[in-house]
């Protein structure tokens, strides 16, 4: 399923779980810098390769 969203669209789901007992304090405040640094998913071009598989990974994680 993830093959289909782009990185911009996992951002923005996974923004979801910031905050909440389902990821883990490294995940939070993982997710709280991506979204933070790319507008909720909306710039998503100064990620690195590491930093967008992270996301794909605790997007999998959470909705595959």
Avoid: C, P, Y
């Avoid at 996974?14 to 939070?28: A, C, N, P, R």
């Avoid at 998913?41 to 595959?64: N, P, V, W, Y």
């Amino acid at each position: 399923m993830s093959q289909q969203l782009s990185i911009g669209a996992m951002i923005k789901r996974i923004s979801g779980l910031e905050g909440t007992k389902d990821v883990t304090e490294w995940e939070d405040t993982f997710i709280a810098s991506i979204v933070a640094k790319t507008a909720n998913g909306e710039r998503t071009t100064g990620l690195t390769a590491k930093q967008a598989e992270i996301t794909q990974s605790i997007h999998d994680k959470h909705f595959a």
